[in-house]
């Protein structure tokens, strides 16, 4: 029978379709893993992955089996945390996935207090595209992601955390600048810079132009915030920003400035998301709760749900 190491090498190498990398994430030498490889074939009597100096390639049985050796690694990780949840809560790693409009401006609010409240805990980040991010905590190399709510997948488990207003940013010499709040009739026929397709943020600004009568620009579009502040910077068009991001890169300089929207703002709702009947649910919610009470003290800016 395959053996459990055996099973984590062939799905390191479907991650990477690499060796030396795929070694490297087991923290084995290439030959030890290329040799167990090999065995593994050798006792399913079957060819897993196709060698060659250019490139690897899974065949169509390495690929079934690589994901079906995922569900049991993934068994296995529920068996082992199990036991550990029954001794005790909030230690170990847990491996987060964080979208790229949201983990450099919440992660500092949260980690200093969770790092002195609960020193064994460790957080593996990684920040990502959403649709990466859900592939990775569907596949098991993600154990929960920081996302925007609502989300329909009916194999994943959601909390609410909080609601983050949206913001207007214009260069300090424009129009708006002058305005203490924004009405959203203002926005009629201004140019708004958002970022790419492919951001769940992109998304949500392109349905308020079409509310608000703004025009998207899609000549120009942005990698990060940060580069779309550049551009607001340079008068190319206004942005509309997520207040946690306001509160650490606009408020504090001159090139931009960020104005309210008057009344009830647009907000995004974000929560935390995790596969349904984990055994490490009750740690994740505890965690729910640990993040809601440190926000509640440090960003008045956004409304706290949990």
């Not at 009739?185 to 009568?213: F, N, W």
């Not at 919610?285 to 706290?304: H, N």
């Amino acid at each position: 029978m395959p053996t459990l190491q055996q099973l984590r090498y062939l799905v390191a190498v479907a991650d990477t379709l690499h060796f030396r990398r795929a070694a490297e994430a087991c923290h084995v030498t290439q030959p030890t893993l290329s040799a167990q490889l090999k065995e593994l074939e050798a006792k399913l009597g079957v060819e897993l992955v196709e060698r060659s100096r250019a490139r690897v390639i899974l065949t169509p049985m390495g690929r079934d089996i690589s994901e079906r050796a995922r569900r049991v690694l993934r068994g296995v990780d529920d068996i082992r945390d199990t036991a550990r949840i029954g001794r005790s809560m909030l230690e170990g790693v847990i491996r987060i996935g964080v979208i790229q409009t949201l983990g450099s401006y919440l992660l500092p609010l949260i980690v200093p207090d969770l790092h002195k409240s609960h020193p064994k805990l460790g957080l593996y980040m990684r920040e990502g595209l959403p649709d990466l991010l859900l592939r990775g905590i569907e596949d098991g190399t993600l154990d929960l992601l920081f996302f925007p709510l609502p989300l329909a997948r009916a194999e994943l488990e959601a909390r609410s955390l909080f609601r983050e207003p949206i913001h207007v940013v214009t260069p300090h010499d424009h129009r708006l600048a002058r305005e203490d709040a924004i009405e959203p009739s203002m926005l009629h026929g201004e140019t708004i810079l958002s970022l790419e397709p492919g951001h769940k943020l992109y998304e949500q600004v392109r349905a308020l132009c079409a509310d608000y009568g703004a025009e998207l620009s899609h000549d120009f579009e942005g990698t990060s915030l940060d580069t779309l502040r550049q551009m607001v910077a340079m008068g190319m068009g206004i942005s509309l920003m997520p207040a946690l991001y306001v509160k650490s890169e606009v408020a504090h300089q001159d090139i931009v400035v960020s104005r309210p929207f008057r009344g009830t703002p647009p907000a995004r709702t974000i929560g935390m998301i995790w596969r349904k009947g984990t055994a490490r649910e009750p740690e994740y919610r505890a965690l729910g709760g640990l993040i809601c009470e440190i926000l509640r003290r440090r960003a008045p800016e956004i409304t706290v749900l949990g």
